[in-house]
C-alpha cells in the first residue's frame, strides 16, 4: 500500500501562507515589500498565492526583509524542499487538466473529503471498466486520444489507491443521487459489477457511501463538488466542469457548501439502508 507523503502542493501553498503572514506582521503591503526587495508587485503576490516558486535566494532576501530568526528560516527551507518535490500525478499530467493536477496536489494531504455526486459514481469508487466507459463518453467531446484515456484510467486507479488505501487514509463520506446507480455506461455487466464493487467498498471503515434516493425530497440544487479538510489549512471545495474546474477556498462560501452537504446528506439513505438499496440495483443489472 502507498504510504501517507506531503503532498508539494499542499507545502507551497503553506510557504506562500507563511511568507504573506511573516509580511503582515511587519505591516507591510504586497507594493511596499516589492520595492524593499527591488522585485515587481507581481512576484510577490504569484510567490504568496503559490503561483510562483521562490528560489532559495529570494526566500533568504524575505526572511532578512521581515526579520525572520534561524528557526523559521530553517522551517521556510523545510517548506521549499518539499515543494520542489514530485508527486504521483505528475507522471499523468500530460493527459490530466491543470486544474485536476492542483485538486489531487491538494487531496494528498486532506485528512476528511466529502463528496455530493448527482450524475455518476465518483472517480474514487468506480472499476476500471466503468472508469474507461464514463471517460470514453466524454471523449468526443473533450478530444481525448486513446492513449490520453488509457493514461486517466491509469491514474483513477492509482488515485484510488493512494487515497483509499494508504496508510491513515483521509475520511471519506460521499452522498450519490439514485439516478448515478441507473445511468448506463457500458454493457449492464460493467454496472453489476460497479455496483458490487461499490458494496465492497462501502465497507472499509473510513468510507461512508449514502444514497438520496428519487422520492427523497432535494434539500440543495447543485451540481457535484469535493470538499477537502485539512489539518494544518484551511478547507477548499473543489468545482468540476466540462472543460474547467476551479477552487472555492473564501471561507463563508465553502460554510455554504458544507451545509449543503450536511442538508443533502440528512435527507439521504443511512449507509445500511443505501447498501440495501445498491444491492438491489446490482440484481436488475443481472438482466
Not at 507563511?18 to 515589500?33: D, H, I, Y
Not at 465518483?122 to 470514453?136: N, W
Not at 461512508?208 to 434539500?219: A, I, K, N
Not at 471561507?251 to 438491489?280: C, K, M, N, P, W
Request: net charge negative.
Amino acid at each position: 500500500m502507498p504510504s501517507q507523503q506531503g503532498s508539494p502542493t499542499v507545502r507551497r501553498l503553506r510557504l506562500g501562507q507563511e511568507l504573506r503572514l511573516l509580511r503582515e506582521r511587519r505591516k507591510f503591503t504586497g507594493a511596499k515589500a516589492a520595492r524593499e526587495l527591488g522585485w515587481s508587485p507581481s512576484k510577490v503576490s504569484r510567490i504568496e498565492a503559490a503561483k510562483t516558486m521562490p528560489s532559495g535566494d529570494d526566500i533568504k532576501a524575505m526572511a532578512k526583509l521581515y526579520r525572520v530568526d534561524g528557526e523559521k528560516i530553517d522551517e521556510l527551507f523545510g517548506l521549499l524542499r518539499d515543494a520542489e518535490q514530485r508527486g504521483w500525478w505528475e507522471d499523468y499530467e500530460d493527459s490530466l487538466p491543470e486544474e485536476y493536477t492542483r485538486f489531487l496536489g491538494l487531496e494528498a494531504e486532506a485528512t476528511f473529503q466529502r463528496n455530493w455526486e448527482p450524475q455518476v459514481v465518483p472517480g474514487l469508487l468506480q472499476t476500471e471498466d466503468y472508469a474507461r466507459e464514463v471517460i470514453l463518453a466524454t471523449r468526443g467531446i473533450a478530444r481525448i486520444t486513446h492513449s490520453g484515456v488509457r493514461s486517466r484510467v491509469e491514474a483513477r486507479l492509482d488515485r484510488q489507491q493512494r487515497v483509499l488505501h494508504r496508510i491513515d487514509p483521509c475520511a471519506y463520506t460521499v452522498v450519490l443521487d439514485e439516478s448515478a446507480l441507473m445511468r448506463r455506461f457500458g454493457e449492464p455487466s460493467v454496472m453489476r459489477e460497479q455496483m458490487e464493487h461499490l458494496l465492497e467498498i462501502s465497507l472499509l471503515p473510513h468510507v461512508s457511501v449514502q444514497v438520496l434516493t428519487l422520492d427523497s425530497l432535494h434539500p440543495v440544487n447543485t451540481g457535484a463538488f469535493i470538499h477537502l479538510k485539512f489539518s494544518a489549512f484551511d478547507d477548499v471545495v473543489y468545482l468540476e466542469h466540462l472543460y474547467t474546474a476551479h477552487f472555492v477556498d473564501d471561507l463563508e462560501r465553502v460554510a455554504g457548501y458544507e451545509t449543503a452537504f450536511d442538508h443533502t446528506r440528512s435527507e439521504a439513505l443511512d449507509e445500511d439502508d443505501s447498501r440495501v438499496l445498491i444491492q438491489r440495483k446490482a440484481m436488475l443489472w443481472r438482466r
